[in-house]
T-cell receptor, first 115, second 116 residues
């Protein structure tokens, strides 16, 4: 079955510390992978996406993610967290070659940033 | 103005009432989606539409119906609301017709529905 797992429901980091949010997927075909961020009261905004090429992708707001096919992972990282990064983060996977366009989302990870 | 607009943003209703959530977009995208967000469950797909005449059920379509009135409008209806439909609902769009299609979704700001 197709699925996305974000093992960490809640993470707290200090401002200025590094961050890694984990994402593991189970998908039969070559996946397209996404990270979205949801700030309180807002919709979801795309941080970055991977569908081919370099397995290390850069996104907005200083985020990056690395696709590791052997580990079925697409972890999100940021070297230095800012208080404004406090939000909920969603990993999603979609069909790479199919045309359905449906995304499967993980459960989400809530990031809290301590001053 | 937002490219994907949802109305209402907040709604409180009672069990058994009919509710419609509306979504309109100015992005010119052909595909539209309705997702439901529940704490700890992420987003789950309710219905999706590839064009006005092509509507498909998602993983949790029971208790919901949709209407694609025009390319830019996609409405979600709860014919008889029940408390476990209390959730945050998101409309999203994607553009399949363009080159370099990746399946990226563009989201509205959400409609919070409470069913008492």
């Amino acid at each position: 079955a197709q699925s996305v797992t974000q093992p960490d429901i809640h993470i707290t980091v200090s401002e200025g510390a590094s961050l890694e949010l984990r994402c593991n997927y189970s998908y039969g075909a070559t996946p397209y992978l996404f990270w979205y961020v949801q700030s309180p009261g807002q919709g979801l905004q795309l941080l970055l996406k991977y569908f081919s090429g370099d397995t290390l992708v850069q996104g907005i707001k200083g985020f990056e993610a690395e696709f590791k096919r052997s580990q079925s992972s697409f972890n999100l990282r940021k070297p230095s967290v800012h208080w404004s990064d406090a939000a909920e983060y969603f990993c999603a996977v979609g069909p790479g070659s199919s045309n359905t366009g449906k995304l499967i989302f993980g459960q989400g990870t809530t990031l809290q940033v301590k001053p | 103005d937002a490219d994907v607009t949802q109305t209402p943003r907040n709604r409180i209703t009672k069990t058994g009432k009919r509710i419609m959530l509306e979504c309109s977009q100015t992005k010119g995208h052909d595909r539209m989606y309705w997702y439901r967000q529940d704490p700890g469950l992420g987003l789950r797909l309710i219905y999706y539409s590839f064009d006005v005449k092509d509507i498909n059920k998602g993983e949790i379509s029971d208790g919901y119906s949709v209407s694609r009135q025009a390319q830019a409008k996609f409405s979600l209806s709860l014919e008889s609301a029940i408390p476990n439909q209390t959730a945050l609902y998101f409309c999203a769009t994607s553009d399949f017709r363009g080159t370099g299609y990746t399946g990226e979704l563009f989201f509205g700001e959400g409609s919070r529905l409470t069913v008492l």
